[in-house]
């Protein structure tokens, strides 16, 4: 199927490895020209060389953490109309209740609310006065199912998922669409970082936190970055214009439920 969106710009967030780089590849294979952004310089420059090669695409890179004001300046400067944007950003370390205070609750808001809210009111009036536009926020299957060493995350993507229901719907005349992706367990840093967690609280292995976790997933499996990106990309697509304010679960069937 042809996306219908070759010729287009898009900036992704924290694309330079994992989820971010999946939607960054599946846009890229679609002839959509990229902005894609790191914190890690050296692995951003490789990553955008690669995608050139296989794709044939411009990709400028901004090394920058995007969660601070200077470095959603520096993401959006010089780069005119944006068509599509992808906001991710990796996720608040897990914990119990006991272990957050004030501190963490803003650096997780920060994060994954007020962040992919600054980029997108930076973004949308471009976007609406061309009349079309598509914007996906990376989530989590905790919105919709709340985990509980999560509690960060959940706070934070929860509220996103709010700002968005109103939002999508307000600019959706206009041609533009809003929709997050919510991801489960996909083979990535992520996924490493919190198998290391259940391995340390279990005492267990690495291969048996991982056998662990894949148990409970009705897919039988980890989810793929390459999977992930083509989902994001249908959503950026000609074709999922009608597509508006959802939460789209990616997660091998992991949530169990109906809405």
């Known amino acids: 199927m042809d996306m219908g969106i070759s010729g287009k710009k898009a900036v992704i967030c924290a694309s330079s490895k994992g989820l971010g780089r999946g939607c960054a590849e599946a846009l890229a294979a679609e002839g959509v020209n990229l902005v894609i952004n790191g914190r890690n310089p050296e692995v951003l420059e490789v990553t955008a060389a690669e995608i050139r090669a296989a794709y044939g695409v411009d990709v400028k890179t901004v090394a920058c ?41 803003i650096a997780a808001l920060d994060a994954n609310m007020l962040t992919p809210i600054a ?35 959940n706070t934070a993507r929860t509220g996103l998922t709010g700002y968005v229901a109103g939002t999508a719907r307000q600019v959706a005349d206009k041609g533009v669409t809003i929709n997050n992706l919510l991801p489960g367990i996909h083979a990535t840093d992520r996924a490493v970082s919190l198998d290391n967690g259940v391995m340390q609280a279990k005492g267990i292995s690495m291969e048996q936190a991982q056998k662990q976790r894949q148990s409970s997933i009705p897919a039988g499996r980890y ?8 989902a994001c990309a249908f959503l950026c697509s000609q ?21």
């Open 65 to 105: 953490d995007v969660t601070t004001a200077e470095g959603q300046l520096l993401i959006l400067e010089g780069v005119g109309q944006v068509d599509i944007l992808v906001t991710n950003a990796g996720g608040p370390p897990p914990g119990i209740w006991s272990d957050w205070d004030r501190d963490d609750f």
């Open 119 to 153: 980029l997108m009111k930076a973004c949308l009036p471009g976007m609406m006065s061309i009349g079309w536009g598509r914007v996906v926020n990376i989530t989590s299957q905790s919105v919709k199912a709340p985990i509980a060493v999560l509690g960060l995350s």
């Open 223 to 230: 989810g793929t970055a390459e999977e992930f990106g083509a």
């Open 239 to 259: 074709h999922a214009g009608y597509i508006v304010g959802q939460n789209i679960l990616l997660d091998g069937g992991g949530t169990n439920a109906t809405i």
